[in-house]
């Protein structure tokens, strides 16, 4: 009923800069928070970035800087700028989001996934 799918990851070098997107589509009467993950081989997921539905921004140490998150909320979308990218950037990133869902709105909002985008960033 609600998905997420996320486009832009791919293969760059260090130093480069990669946009990473995320549209949700579906039955959703409102979004609140959406998120960046990854992943990398043997590792947690982590957060990355985060973006209230007022504008609210948070990063992870690592990327603050160099990664800048953006939401749009008309068209429900949310994007990863990520630049100055390292080695130590590469791996699968996710999107997420806390919807509300319009066919079930008496739930509350609930996390959605997307199937997430391989980022690899060479030496």
């Known amino acids: 009923q609600v998905q997420l799918v996320e486009s832009g990851g791919g293969l760059v070098q260090a130093g480069g800069s990669l946009r990473l997107s995320c549209a949700a589509s579906?039955?959703?009467?409102?979004?609140?928070?959406m998120t960046w993950h990854r992943q990398a081989p043997g590792n947690q997921r982590e957060l990355v970035a985060s973006?209230?539905?007022?504008?609210?921004?948070t990063y992870a140490d690592s990327v603050k800087g160099r990664f800048t998150i953006s939401r749009d909320n008309t068209m429900n979308t949310v994007s990863l700028q990520m630049n100055r990218l390292t080695p130590e950037d590469t791996a699968v990133y996710y999107c997420?989001?806390?919807?509300?869902?319009?066919?079930?709105?008496?739930?509350?909002?609930?996390?959605?996934w997307g199937q997430g985008t391989q980022v690899t960033v060479s030496p």
């Open positions: 579906g039955s959703i009467l409102r979004i609140n928070t």
């Open positions: 973006a209230t539905s007022s504008g609210s921004t």
């Open positions: 997420n989001a806390d919807i509300v869902n319009s066919r079930r709105p008496l739930i509350g909002p609930y996390p959605v």
